[in-house]
């Protein structure tokens, strides 16, 4: 009923605000064109002036209202953010200016120069100077930005520090798998050929597999899988090798003010150092609730909106706690080679010196949690 | 005296097209109504039929636009009717997630293509370029047609796959595989995406077709004394459009055919490592997603000049003309627009800085990108200039241009943010960009399409448009188009990422459910303000008030000099001869100097 009522009006307002156009229209002929053309532009040169003004009131105003909702309210929570909000600051400044002054010379000038009998045109076909000028400082300011940028972006795209933890975070509709390298710090290789949603999410080689040349690889066996969280240390550079298992999705830290595509076979990275712990910061934004959210930033199909992950950003002591409680995800896939399980077994067949070291100091692990 | 007769009471006897030159074309005599309204080959109807096919796009675009901003804006409500109009797709009056895709998705494609390319450059392109370079039709005619024809066709398999039971595409107007690929991965990946990749392919084809024809009737078939330098701005904006079409559409087009084999004929183009929950591991190995993208943005950056070039070159003709001054820099704005058409072509990845890509590479797209500023500063100082000490009559044409010009600063200023890639790296994919794109290319665009309907509608039907309409159009719509654009570069702020169906889970994004109501709200609205311009456009058709002299805006250029109701051919006679530049406002003190004047002994020269 009431979204008839609402047609109703709408086009009740239509046809009032079409009838009272045309009625004018015709009281204009009557007039004379010459003249309503002439009381028209008086009204349309003021309406330049008044929207001018309240255009800027309105982007102040728009400012003071919303700047708190946004990330500038709140510190960069990595050491390459406060890079980004620092160039964001300087361009806004030179974006500003430009803005401002470009717009009031556009309104200002529709107002001042509106149709006038008295104004004699001053022909202006082309002025050298003037137009190498306006060419030159826009030239030597985008320099600047380029410059500024660049010494960024290639401090972003650098190599992570020798000392950085690795972690993979494979994309795949619709959540984020976390891999950590276990004991040996070696990631073990994986084929998504092994994918087995059950139990095997990443494909990691765990068993021979003739028919499409995969070997069982020991380094893939201590391997920390985890779904939804990551874990990382605050003031340790963190290396994100990024996967995706389906499409492609992005990794979006906005709180680090850092992404990075998730592509299918084709691995990317990124790495950044946090600053703040989650703890920290749920102190610095007064939100109790706060948390770092990993937001997938490219379309990825219906349930894009919700491809939610989360960062825990720890103190190396809590993350060292959190570390021992993990299990490599190969004993969850095959419980039998579980040390936990088999108090006795001592690795008889051994492929290789890593596989002893990862069994054993995976069993270090799981005895230190007992 | 009645209403009627007031309206009319100036109408003088005009030229129709039954007396103009005999030996050039005389079929037309017999012009049926097959021949005169659905296939015609002349270049104005062409144009027309460009015009209005693009506001049937332009409407359902926009309808779409305020169906998913329902959702963004009210997603606890239910809208009970939705379910009458979408069925599945709004189940309980709610907007499903995957109808929120497919509507986001194809409000992109027709936006971008189906009006902004076809309903702009095909619309003022045709209309313009042989009446403004003193042309009879276009170099060919036949293909004129065809090029209309085969976006006619374009639509149709584009509507079509609105009504298939697995909806139509919902991957984004950019289509990234695999998603676009997949069927498994996503519902509108199945018929909705075959009908996409066809519709789209015929779009190029009709893009094509016109293109040649533009950039062969501008070189070719300019009138005596018309020399390049002498072209209106207009011509020039919409030659380079037509170039980069050419040189562009192609590769996309290569890009598609890659993406139909991969989808039907087993080829691993752009797939590799894929395992899709609902099918398990994929056989195809070594190819590369971001193929693609390459291919897609070699065109789909272009393509934002192709939209944008055309509302530049009217503007700079509108503002000349009613500053009653000239266009201040001819040259540096037909150099501009060469400058900005070569590095269109040059900066296309910068929409992948966060794909992966080589960093050095990165870095030169970088340095390409915001080289563009320039150019564009030049424009928009140019443009400024003219209207320095003119003598404005603000016609609404020339309120929509002076609208575009503060528009295209507006979103222009932002694309330095996100052409630096230090700064994409954080904003790319968020509501900053959408606030960028729509207000520089969307509304901006809009505004020049806006600001050439208005202007040239008394050449097109021998009427004018409501003039006080007018005036409400461009208020209402230019406060609409900043108060749903401007908040959103905050969002971008805040991170909040583009495409998302609802933002209620996310701790970092919920915050703005108010402002979220706010720009639904005024979104609606506006989208009501335009059906009022196409109320006024086709009451003005048939009602509105007759034009009574061939030059209504006092205006230089050639087409000022044909009949009120030109003829398929324009002129009566000979096609005249043009002795000078289209922007001789103002000189020695004549308010203006038509083309086809000859150069007077005591002129001065500039």
Redesign the interface.
Known sequence: MS?VLVIAV?VLV?LV??Q???A???V???KGEDRS?KE??K???F??IT?LIA?LI??YY??EL??D????AQPSASVQ?E??DD??KL?LV??GI??VL??I???V??YK????DN?????????NT??II??VI??IA?TV??V???R???F??SDAPKESAVVEVTG??FGWIFRYAGEDGVFGKKY??M?D?ANNSL?LNWRDSADINIKDDPAAHDDIVQDQTMYVVKEKPVKLI?NS????H?V?L??F?????A???????LWFTPKYTTKEMREITG?P???Y?I????????????M?GIIEVVTQAEYDEWQAKQKPAYYAAFPDKDPSNQQQAVPVAVDSAKKVTALSSAKSISTASN | MSNEAILHSSVVAHDHHDSHDDTHHEHHHHETFITKYVFSQDHKMIAKQFLITGMFWAVLGGFMSVLFRLQLGYPDSTFPWLEDIIGKWGKGGHISAEAYYALVTTHGTVLVFFVLTAGLSGTFANLLIPLQVGARDMASPFMNMLSYWFFFLAGLVMLSSIFVETGPFSGGWTAYPPLSALGSASPGSKTGMDLWIIAMALFVVSSLLGGLNYIATILNMRTKGMSMTRLPLTIWALFFTAVLGVLSFPVLLSGFILLIFDRNFGTSFYLSDIFVSSVGALPNEGGSAILFQHLFWFLGHPEVYIILLPAMGMVSEILSTNARKPIFGYMAMVGSMFAIAILAFLVWAHHMFVTGLNPFLGSIFVLLTLLIAVPSAIKVFNWITTLWRGNIRFTPAMLFAIGFVSLFISGGLTGIWLGNSAIDIHLHDTYFVIAHFHIVMGVASMFGMFAGIYHWFPKMYGRYLNNNLGYIHFWLTMIGAYLIFWPMHYQGFAGMPRRYYDFSVWESFKQFADLNRFISTVATIVFFVQIMFLFNFFYSIFKGRKVTSTNPWSSNTLEWTTPINPGHGNWVGEIPEVHRWAYDYGKDGKDFIPQTTPVGDDESVH
């Open positions: 979204t709408a239509f605000i079409f009272i156009a045309k004018s229209e015709y204009a002929i009557l053309r028209n532009n009204i349309n040169g309406f330049m929207f255009g309105g982007v728009c400012n919303l700047v909702k946004t990330l500038f953010g890079r980004v160039m964001m361009t030179i974006t430009v803005f470009t717009q010379a556009l309104f000038f529709a120069y509106q149709e006038n104004r004699k045109v001053f022909f202006f076909p082309h002025n003037m137009e306006w060419t826009p030239a985008l930005l380029v500024i940028g660049l960024n972006w290639f972003f795209t795949k509709q998504y050929r994918i949603p494909g990024i298992r389906d499409v492609i992005d979006g906005s709180a003010r850092l992404k990075m595509d592509v299918p076979g084709t691995p990317t990275t939100n609730n706060y948390q959210e937001s997938c930033d490219q379309m990825c199909g219906n349930g894009h909106y919700s939610k």
